[in-house]
């Protein structure tokens, strides 16, 4: 097995305070909006096992009965949470990539 | 009672052909001409499509990743063409119809993968591989022994996918066009057969892509027909179809489907885990040239499939109020009774259809009829393309020739490869034609969120991984989820009809998915060997790449390098 990248360059990117930067900052993003999701998720499917009668009523006012309601805003959540990251990623991430690549003269 | 519409409905869902009835030609009752034309234009123009990517389908990237030339945006079509099967569509508004809200939860499901997809694979997926997942989970681990799980993992997933869609497409054309399901599903078969093994990824694309614009249009003209019906008020919609459907008021809460949390937690787990394990939606992130492309594609993907979220839906709580009170779209029993649900003329999974010629007429239930079939085309040609990249360029390619096979033969392999996943599913279609298949598409979820993605993410995240966890990892997540739906009702009571079943729930990825990581962990953290300990140094490199994709700008060799 040969890797593209000698040990050398892997240990100074490793070491590249903006690759650290980078890294660190996504990955506190990824695991984040991951957990965010998953919480919302299952949390729905553990309210409707806990109380499933309360989420047929209607909303004071609304015709829309709660759970769809809440199933509305998880679908919303979903594409703000993708779009969120992406545009994170755009203007943040990516920036800092690049920054690492000159740096370690890639 | 309700637990076999439930069952029925369920088993509509994931394999949407337990319940067709063979009574050719929905709706119309007569040949509609409206359906066939679109039907013959969608066939006429795909083949078009795949005789000018004929052209291009020389080198392993192009028959695998049309190049890494694919656009985001397109990639996005392409995906949600990829990934809302006729099961989705038909399905899961038949789910709604039988059941509401609970249907509902079920599209969630599929939605709620997306995300995942998007922060955990898709980028790292990019800058690790070339061609498969297989590329990524084998980077720094043994290259045959873990290319060879994740090939086998690929190839089951694909094979069950297809058999339960091919099966499913054979009912659909059959009640649709009025055509024998023979011929349909051998029709089926020849298209998607066509389309891979001349076109290769560059045709699969733009027929998925074509197909994910037919189903926006379609969906949105019945979504607008839908609202224009009930004054656009959603309030109208939920108190009439709480006054018609048999289950009254208790349609818009949720019921017995999701009620018992285990069964509930475990079948979500497939739905969300299980879409970051697909090898034909995982494969479609090697189409575009970079990881900032693969992120913006799932982007443009998650929005198309919340969009069909949003309307499908509509077309189940709309199917309740104009179908059921009208006796013509049932099979009426001799004293002038039916079942609301499991009597509906082709079965629950027409009731879309049904509702696009109860309230659009033959115009408009031609085109639904024709994005469904183009919806069933696009799908099936994704797997095929899938079974056809493990066994070629992963068997094959990697294992068998070790990364040393000139680039025409491997070509060559993958067609003739897809060749023969083609015949396979045809053949397989035909002889379950009368079986009971609802386990199919469950057990090819249970199977990607235990197998692939275990295998996947502990390679790509924890530095631990090493080749003897990966393997066992995930040959314990194949077989054990394998095990546990034999077990399961779905199986042990459907198909060979014992007294009860052996395992108590229906999707064993609550247990064959925490298995499959305990074992990657003790398999890997007991494993002293050099070869353990080189691997776990290959980690940064690894590492580095994943994060930053050193080596893609240079001419996509990544993989190459890593292979020799």
Not at chain 1, 5 to 19: A, C, G, H, R, V
Not at chain 2, 518 to 524: A, D, M, N, R
Request: proline share 3%; with cysteine.
């Amino acid at each position: 097995m040969s890797l593209l990248l000698s040990s050398e360059q892997t240990q100074k990117i490793l070491s590249n305070p903006s690759f650290r930067e980078l890294t660190a900052a996504r990955a506190r993003l990824r695991w984040g909006l991951s957990i965010v999701t998953l919480l919302m998720f299952f949390g729905f499917i553990g309210l409707i096992s806990a109380a499933s009668s309360a989420l047929g009523k209607s909303m004071a006012g609304g015709a829309v009965p709660l759970g769809m309601a809440i199933a509305l805003g998880m679908i919303a959540l979903v594409v703000a949470l993708t779009g969120y990251y992406v545009r994170r990623s755009n203007t943040y991430f990516d920036g800092l990539t690049q920054l690492v690549r000159r740096e370690c003269g890639r | 009672m309700i637990m076999r519409i439930l069952l029925a409905a369920i088993a509509a869902t994931v394999s949407f052909s337990a319940h067709a009835q063979a009574t050719p030609v929905v709706a119309g009752r007569d040949l509609n001409w409206v359906a066939i034309g679109m039907f013959l234009l969608i066939v006429a123009v795909t083949l078009l499509i795949t005789y000018r990517s004929a052209g291009r389908t020389k080198s392993k990237a192009d028959f695998y990743t049309a190049g890494h030339e694919i656009t985001p945006l397109q990639n996005g079509l392409a995906i949600a063409g990829d990934f809302l099967s006729a099961a989705a569509f038909l399905g899961i508004s038949a789910l709604i119809y039988a059941t509401g809200f609970d249907g509902l939860i079920y599209a969630l499901g599929f939605l709620t993968g997306w995300p995942i997809v998007l922060f955990m694979m898709s980028e790292r997926l990019r800058n690790l591989g070339s061609y498969t997942f297989a590329d990524a989970a084998s980077f720094r681990l043994d290259r045959t022994s873990v290319r060879l799980v994740a090939a086998t993992g690929s190839l089951v997933v694909v094979l069950f996918y297809l058999i339960a869609q091919m099966i499913g497409a054979g009912k659909v054309i059959q009640l649709l066009f009025g055509v024998n399901y023979l011929f349909a599903v051998a029709g089926v078969g020849l298209l998607m057969i066509v389309y891979v093994a001349v076109g290769g990824m560059q045709a699969t694309t733009w027929v998925q892509i074509t197909k994910a614009l037919l189903l926006l249009i379609g969906g949105t003209l019945m979504a607008l027909v839908v609202l224009w019906r009930f004054d656009f008020s959603l309030g109208h919609l939920f108190a009439e179809a709480s006054r018609v459907h048999p289950k009254g008021a208790a349609i818009l809460s949720p019921g017995g489907l999701f009620a018992e949390p285990v069964s509930a937690i475990s079948l979500g787990l497939a739905l969300v885990f299980g879409t970051a394990g697909l090898p034909h939606i995982l494969m479609r992130f090697f189409t575009v040239s970079d990881s900032a492309g693969a992120r913006k594609s799932v982007f443009y993907a998650t929005t198309c499939v919340a969009y069909f979220c949003l309307v499908i839906p509509l077309f189940g709580f709309a199917a309740m109020v104009v179908l059921m009170p009208d006796a013509s779209f049932f099979n009426v029993g001799a004293g002038g009774q039916f079942n609301k649900i499991t009597d509906l003329i082709g079965g629950p999974n027409m009731a879309a259809v049904h509702l696009a010629g109860a309230l659009g007429g033959p115009i408009l239930l031609g085109f639904i009829s024709a994005v469904a079939f183009a919806t069933i085309l696009a799908v099936v040609a994704g797997l095929t393309l899938a079974g056809a990249s493990a066994v070629s360029h992963d068997i094959y390619g990697q294992v068998i020739a070790k990364g040393n096979a000139p680039e025409a033969r491997e070509v060559m392999v993958a067609k003739i490869a897809a060749v023969a996943t083609g015949i396979v599913a045809v053949g397989l279609a035909i002889i379950f034609e009368n079986q009971n298949v609802a386990f199919m598409a469950g057990l090819a979820l249970s199977v990607a969120a235990s197998c692939n993605f275990p295998v996947l993410a502990m390679a790509i995240f924890w530095r631990g991984t090493t080749t003897r966890g990966a393997v066992a990892g995930g040959l314990v997540g194949l077989f054990s989820s394998l095990l546990f739906v034999v077990l399961s009702k779905t199986v042990w009571v459907a198909v060979f009809h014992f007294a009860g079943p052996l395992f108590p729930y229906d999707n064993p990825a609550l247990f064959s998915m925490p298995l499959a990581f305990l074992v990657i962990w003790l398999g890997s953290l007991s494993d002293r060997t050099a070869r353990a300990t080189a691997e776990r140094r290959a980690f940064d490199a690894q590492f580095v790449q994943s994060e930053i994709g050193i080596g893609l700008s240079e001419g996509n060799n990544a993989l190459a390098g890593v292979a020799r």
